[in-house]
């Protein structure tokens, strides 16, 4: 009997895996519908999460409102002292503006340094072999396109204007290692300090502006702008943003390396300046400036 009532374990035991296998086998094949049983499972499954998720769903909610109400009222109090930053701003500004205009009429000066017209114009084609030196436009000589203008992008300057013909341009860009590409620009700081922009650093993609004193100190992150004073260039342009300075190899000068605010890769749509005033020969006209002054 005892041997009887083992095996009879063993069949049941036996019995219950192969039903058990079956009923795995059943649920795994791919069936257009469900047995009740898995239905009424399911259903039973889904009621209880649906319960469980809305209070918790709620909550999350909650705490998710509470956190942005935090948040907003940080932002507010930083907008706030925003806005009574820039109303001291404006302030100062017209003060300034109502000043230069005064000053202007005492001296009875009409030319201004920063005053220019822009003429709008788009990329239409690029060498390969000269990606970072050179970019075709479609304005030329009936457009008022002149010979040394200088161009700038929605972020800042690009370059100038290297030849022109009647219906496009060539623009050489700042980003040219032609030594011989030379402007006139401020690094500003407590004591601005004047520079030249004479290079590129192809490795570190940064514009190398060359002859600043070495007794002026240029902290990292001073913006560098046109000074105006080349005669070709106006002034207050943005050429970017200094990362590194260091002495010339004879101490007597320093170099600033500045990351551009243009993107030189990605061009398409410039602006070419045109400053309405004729300006005094410099290094910024190239080697035609530079033989003028020679002589």
Same mark, same amino acid.
Request: aromatic share 6%; charged share 30%; no cysteine.
């Given at each position: 009997?005892p041997?009887?009532f083992l095996?009879?374990?063993l069949?049941i ?5 192969i ?5 795995i086998?059943?649920s ?6 469900i047995?009740?049983p898995e @239905?009424?499972v399911?259903?039973?499954?889904g009621f209880? @999460?649906s319960?469980?998720?809305?209070p ?11 956190q942005d109400l ?5 932002e ?5 002292s ?6 001291k ?11 230069n205009?005064e000053?202007?009429? /005492?001296?009875?000066?009409?030319e201004d340094?920063r005053k ?5 114009a ?9 990606w970072?030196?050179?970019? #075709? ?6 457009n008022?396109?002149k010979?040394?203008?200088a161009v700038i992008s929605s ?5 100038k204007v290297?030849?022109?013909? @009647?219906?496009?341009?060539t /623009?050489?860009l700042i980003s040219?290692?032609?030594?011989k590409n030379r402007?006139?620009?401020?690094v ?8 030249w922009?004479?290079?590129y ?11 600043i ?6 902290d ?6 046109t000074?105006?004073?080349g005669g070709v260039?106006p ?9 590194e300075?260091?002495?010339? @190899?004879?101490?007597?000068?320093? #170099? ?7 993107d ?9 300046i045109d400053r309405?005033?004729?300006? /005094? ?11 003028e002054?020679?002589q």
């Amino acid at each position: 009997m005892p041997q009887f009532f083992l095996n009879k374990r063993l069949i049941i035991l036996l019995v219950s895996i192969i039903v058990l296998v079956a009923l795995i086998g059943f649920s795994l094949r791919e069936r257009d519908s469900i047995s009740w049983p898995e @239905q009424f499972v399911k259903d039973m499954v889904g009621f209880g @999460q649906s319960l469980i998720s809305k209070p918790v769903n709620y909550t999350a909610g909650v705490i998710e409102n509470v956190q942005d109400l935090q948040n907003t009222y940080t932002e507010n109090e930083k907008l706030k002292s925003r806005l009574d930053e820039l109303v001291k701003l404006e302030t100062q500004v017209r003060d300034l503006n109502q000043d230069n205009e005064e000053l202007r009429a /005492v001296l009875e000066k009409k030319e201004d340094l920063r005053k220019y017209n822009t003429i709008q114009a788009t990329v239409i084609a690029r060498n390969p072999e000269r990606w970072d030196e050179l970019v #075709t436009i479609n304005k030329g000589e009936v457009n008022g396109i002149k010979s040394d203008m200088a161009v700038i992008s929605s972020s800042g300057l690009i370059g100038k204007v290297k030849s022109v013909n @009647q219906f496009s341009s060539t /623009v050489e860009l700042i980003s040219t290692d032609n030594t011989k590409n030379r402007i006139s620009t401020v690094v500003q700081g407590k004591k601005d300090a004047n520079g030249w922009i004479e290079g590129y650093d192809t490795e570190k993609k940064e514009i190398l502006v060359k002859r600043i004193p070495k007794d002026f100190v240029v902290d990292k992150g001073s913006k560098v702008i046109t000074s105006g004073l080349g005669g070709v260039f106006p002034k207050g342009l943005v050429v970017g943003e200094v990362k590194e300075v260091k002495p010339d @190899q004879y101490g007597l000068t320093q #170099t600033a390396y500045v990351k551009p605010a243009a993107d030189f890769y990605h061009l398409e749509h410039v602006m070419v300046i045109d400053r309405g005033m004729k300006g /005094v020969p410099s290094d910024e006209t190239g080697e035609e400036g530079n033989k003028e002054e020679e002589q």
